[in-house]
Protein backbone atom coordinates (compact mmCIF):
# COMPACT_ATOMS: atom_id res chain seq x y z
CA UNK A 1 0.00 0.00 0.00
CA UNK A 2 1.27 3.39 -1.28
CA UNK A 3 0.86 6.01 1.58
CA UNK A 4 1.45 10.15 1.11
CA UNK A 5 1.94 12.18 3.67
CA UNK A 6 2.28 15.90 3.16
CA UNK A 7 3.37 18.83 5.75
CA UNK A 8 4.43 21.94 5.58
CA UNK A 9 1.06 24.14 4.82
CA UNK A 10 0.06 26.91 6.68
CA UNK A 11 -0.65 30.73 6.67
CA UNK A 12 1.31 33.26 5.14
CA UNK A 13 0.85 36.99 3.85
CA UNK A 14 1.02 37.52 0.29
CA UNK A 15 4.60 37.70 -1.29
CA UNK A 16 5.34 35.10 1.50
CA UNK A 17 7.06 31.30 1.03
CA UNK A 18 6.13 28.22 1.91
CA UNK A 19 7.76 25.21 1.20
CA UNK A 20 5.73 21.86 0.85
CA UNK A 21 6.85 18.54 2.04
CA UNK A 22 5.52 14.92 0.78
CA UNK A 23 7.13 11.86 2.47
CA UNK A 24 6.41 8.49 0.42
CA UNK A 25 5.84 4.99 1.58
CA UNK A 26 4.93 1.33 0.41
CA UNK A 27 6.72 1.43 -2.77
CA UNK A 28 9.98 2.25 -4.56
CA UNK A 29 9.58 5.90 -4.56
CA UNK A 30 11.93 7.21 -7.86
CA UNK A 31 10.05 4.84 -10.38
CA UNK A 32 6.73 7.07 -10.53
CA UNK A 33 5.70 10.40 -11.75
CA UNK A 34 4.86 12.85 -9.01
CA UNK A 35 2.84 15.44 -8.36
CA UNK A 36 1.19 18.46 -6.39
CA UNK A 37 -2.58 19.93 -7.01
CA UNK A 38 -4.88 22.26 -4.63
CA UNK A 39 -8.42 22.31 -4.29
CA UNK A 40 -9.87 25.71 -3.57
CA UNK A 41 -13.23 26.44 -1.99
CA UNK A 42 -16.03 25.74 -4.64
CA UNK A 43 -13.51 24.84 -7.10
CA UNK A 44 -11.80 21.77 -8.94
CA UNK A 45 -9.01 19.70 -7.73
CA UNK A 46 -6.27 21.10 -10.33
CA UNK A 47 -2.75 19.97 -10.92
CA UNK A 48 0.12 22.62 -10.04
CA UNK A 49 3.17 20.82 -10.88
CA UNK A 50 4.73 17.33 -12.06
CA UNK A 51 7.87 15.62 -11.93
CA UNK A 52 8.70 12.43 -13.49
CA UNK A 53 10.64 9.65 -12.62
CA UNK A 54 13.47 11.74 -14.50
CA UNK A 55 13.28 15.06 -12.76
CA UNK A 56 11.69 16.82 -15.47
CA UNK A 57 9.06 19.16 -14.66
CA UNK A 58 5.93 20.94 -15.99
CA UNK A 59 3.55 23.57 -14.00
CA UNK A 60 0.38 25.51 -14.05
CA UNK A 61 0.38 28.49 -15.63
CA UNK A 62 -0.39 30.44 -13.03
CA UNK A 63 2.47 29.72 -10.73
CA UNK A 64 5.17 29.28 -13.40
CA UNK A 65 8.47 31.26 -12.35
CA UNK A 66 6.96 30.96 -8.69
CA UNK A 67 6.75 27.61 -7.64
CA UNK A 68 8.96 24.99 -7.81
CA UNK A 69 8.80 20.71 -7.66
CA UNK A 70 11.96 18.85 -6.65
CA UNK A 71 12.24 14.99 -5.44
CA UNK A 72 15.11 13.93 -3.30
CA UNK A 73 13.83 10.03 -4.13
CA UNK A 74 16.95 8.75 -1.20
CA UNK A 75 14.70 10.17 1.03
CA UNK A 76 11.40 9.12 -0.76
CA UNK A 77 10.25 12.62 -0.58
CA UNK A 78 8.73 15.76 -3.25
CA UNK A 79 8.89 19.36 -2.38
CA UNK A 80 7.04 21.82 -3.45
CA UNK A 81 8.52 25.21 -3.09
CA UNK A 82 6.16 28.11 -3.43
CA UNK A 83 7.72 32.01 -3.59
CA UNK A 84 5.63 35.32 -4.35
CA UNK A 85 2.47 33.32 -2.62
CA UNK A 86 -0.68 35.58 -4.03
CA UNK A 87 -4.10 35.03 -2.71
CA UNK A 88 -5.62 33.22 -5.09
CA UNK A 89 -2.81 29.95 -3.76
CA UNK A 90 -5.19 29.70 -1.43
CA UNK A 91 -6.26 26.08 -1.10
CA UNK A 92 -5.67 22.28 0.01
CA UNK A 93 -2.20 21.32 -1.51
CA UNK A 94 -2.65 17.48 -2.24
CA UNK A 95 0.34 15.33 -3.22
CA UNK A 96 0.19 12.47 -5.43
CA UNK A 97 1.87 9.36 -7.07
CA UNK A 98 0.77 8.79 -10.81
CA UNK A 99 1.15 5.39 -9.99
CA UNK A 100 2.06 2.62 -12.88
CA UNK A 101 0.00 3.77 -15.96
CA UNK A 102 -0.38 7.70 -14.83
CA UNK A 103 -3.86 7.53 -13.45
CA UNK A 104 -2.91 9.24 -10.34
CA UNK A 105 -4.59 6.53 -8.06
CA UNK A 106 -2.63 7.42 -4.53
CA UNK A 107 -3.40 10.83 -2.30
CA UNK A 108 -1.97 12.10 0.43
CA UNK A 109 -4.59 13.50 3.33
CA UNK A 110 -4.10 17.10 2.11
CA UNK A 111 -2.45 20.48 3.76
CA UNK A 112 -4.28 23.78 3.84
CA UNK A 113 -2.26 26.47 2.16
CA UNK A 114 -3.83 30.09 2.76
CA UNK A 115 -2.47 33.18 1.73
CA UNK A 116 -3.57 36.57 3.13
CA UNK A 117 -3.87 39.70 1.40
Known amino acids: QVLLAESGGGLVQAGGSLRLSCAAS????????MGWYRQAPGKQRELVARITSGGNTNYQDAVKGRFTISRDNAKNTVYLQMNSLKPEDTAVYYC???????????WGQGTQVTVSS
Open 96 to 106: ADAGRWGTWPY
Open 26 to 33: GRIFSIND
